[in-house]
């Protein structure tokens, strides 16, 4: 699901380069009436946050759901399941908040709904009910007392090495240094 979202987010960054710089050859392909249409999102100024383009975050985020998934599965001695889900559950359910809020903005400030967006935001409430189901597979109870202890200490201790084997220490401080310097 992160994998489908990343290509309509690169997409989707694609296109507002495009209408941002002046280069666009013809309408989006995604232009269907003045209600449904991407050029008015894009140009509007909510298509921004913290300066940079929505749809850029937007491929920050999914590749960071790629990598901890990646982990979790390719190396489980670096990245529990269990951390892992309960990673993946609260970034994929702070990103339901955040559609509905882009959703909000869309209607009721620009006017104009975005095809691709809505299909990220679909992909966003799919990837949480997965993830929940996934989460809840693995035995996890309370989510939010869970989520809170992951994201607060687990995870940050896991990825500065402090916790774990050797080894583990050792891999996790290579790839903050490598997160670093990206």
């Known amino acids: 699901i992160a994998l489908i979202a990343f290509f309509i987010a690169v997409r989707s960054l694609y296109y507002h380069a495009e209408s941002q710089q ?3 050859n013809a309408a989006s ?14 140009k ?16 920050m985020f999914y590749i960071s759901l790629i990598a901890i998934a990646s982990a979790a599965l390719v190396a489980p001695a670096l990245l529990s399941m269990e951390i892992a889900s309960r990673v993946l559950l ?5 990103s339901c908040l955040y559609a509905v809020y882009l959703f909000v903005i869309s209607e009721f400030y620009i006017g104009a709904l975005c095809p691709t ?10 990837g ?21 202890r992951t994201i607060s200490i687990d ?20 790839s903050v240094c490598i997160f670093l310097i990206i």
């Open 90 to 94: 609260f970034f994929w359910g702070f």
């Open 117 to 126: 967006c809505m299909v990220t935001y679909v992909l966003n409430f799919l």
């Open 22 to 24: 002046g280069i666009q």
């Open 155 to 174: 995870f940050p201790l896991t990825v500065i090495g402090l916790r774990g084997s050797s080894s583990q220490k050792t891999v996790s401080q290579l």
């Open 128 to 148: 949480a009910s997965v993830s929940l189901r996934q989460y809840r597979n693995i035995g996890g109870q309370n989510f939010f007392k869970s989520a809170l």
């Open 44 to 59: 509007s100024r909510f298509s921004y946050f913290l300066g940079l383009p929505v749809a850029f975050w937007g491929v």
């Open 29 to 42: 392909f995604c232009n269907f009436s003045e209600r449904i249409n991407c050029d008015s999102v894009n």
